[in-house]
């Protein structure tokens, strides 16, 4: 299975900070890969998918990056509902696996 | 806007077969340009994809967990629907079905999800 290493495991950050969450995947998985975001007690909602496209209706402060096998999402101004728990998605190769997530925090 | 809803026992002693269903709404499972998967989440704990299945049954499984995994689709339902045979307590998650793009391979929309806890 493909490995997927997220940084940090958790972060605290204030409103209007620029943030960088972190995911590697142990092979080569070329763009596929998308993040998803949760918060307590709902389901994960899809935020970037092949590696840096946004999903429709997502805002534009959120974008995504790749270099080789290390992706990023970027907050450019944290808003008060982006403190969640950030996962990333590998659909390469089956089975499909997902990062440990980052929980974001406000500080 | 497609919506769906997991349903079944949240209850389920060890040894047994957890049987879930989800009913999507606002849209066909048999859409050719869609899977229909399972993914789930222990508590406190990250994400694990079980699988999905094609609307002419054709399904793809975690291979952790494919010799105790069923998937189906009903279309009389509009539904389709995960069995995991011979469970234990590592099997206590919250159980999601979602939407998977077939082209993008994009998780685009979820159930809002059904604990299911394995004790006797």
């Known amino acids: 299975d493909i490995q997927m290493t997220q940084s940090p495991s958790s972060l605290s950050a204030s409103v209007g900070d620029r943030v960088t969450l972190t995911c590697h995947a142990s092979?080569?998985?070329?763009?596929?890969l998308n993040w998803y975001q949760q918060k307590p007690g709902k389901a994960p909602k899809l935020l970037i998918y092949?590696?840096?496209s946004l999903e429709t209706g997502v805002p534009s402060r959120f974008s995504g990056s790749r270099s080789g096998t290390d992706f990023t999402v970027t907050i450019s101004s944290l808003q008060p509902e982006d403190f969640a728990t950030y996962f990333c998605?590998?659909?390469?190769?089956?089975?499909?696996?997902f990062g440990q997530g980052t929980k974001l925090e406000i500080k | 806007q497609v919506q769906l809803q997991e349903s079944g026992p949240g209850l389920v002693k060890p040894s047994e077969t957890l049987s879930l269903s989800c009913t999507v709404s606002g849209g066909s499972v048999t859409s050719e340009s869609y899977h229909w998967s399972w993914i789930r989440q222990p508590p406190g704990k990250g994400l694990e994809w079980i699988g999905d299945v094609y609307y002419s049954g054709s399904t793809e499984y975690n291979p952790s967990l494919k010799s105790r995994v069923t998937m189906s689709v009903d279309t009389s339902k509009n539904q389709f629907s995960l069995k995991l045979s011979s469970v234990n307590a590592a099997d206590t998650a919250v159980y999601y079905c979602?939407?998977?793009?077939?082209?993008?391979?994009?998780?685009?929309?979820w159930g809002q999800g059904i604990l299911v806890t394995v004790s006797s």
């Open positions: 979602a939407r998977e793009d077939v082209v993008a391979a994009t998780l685009d929309f």
């Open positions: 998605q590998q659909h390469s190769t089956f089975p499909y696996t």
């Open positions: 092979h080569d998985i070329n763009n596929f």
């Open positions: 092949g590696a840096s």
